[in-house]
């Protein structure tokens, strides 16, 4: 395994650790429910894949406040 012969300066290392940037998930628009989601992926709003519901979404109730 090859060694370096001498340090790396910080710049050096830093010059080379540009291109590390995070990039933005890219989002599509669900064809059922029109809501922005992952591409490849199930639906979290309907639960619609590729045309057909895959899994079933409960929709939770909201609770009455009482005094």
Do not use: F, N
Not at 34 to 48: A, F, I, R, T, W
Request: with cysteine; charged share 35%; hydrophobic share 25%.
């Amino acid at each position: 395994m090859a060694l370096p012969k001498r340090k790396h300066s910080a710049q050096r290392g830093r010059k080379r650790r540009t291109h590390w940037k995070i990039k933005a998930t890219s989002l599509t628009a669900c064809p059922q429910c029109k809501q922005l989601k992952v591409p490849h992926q199930v639906c979290v709003v309907c639960g619609y894949y590729d045309g057909r519901q895959v899994i079933e979404i409960k929709v939770k109730e909201k609770k009455k406040k009482s005094r």
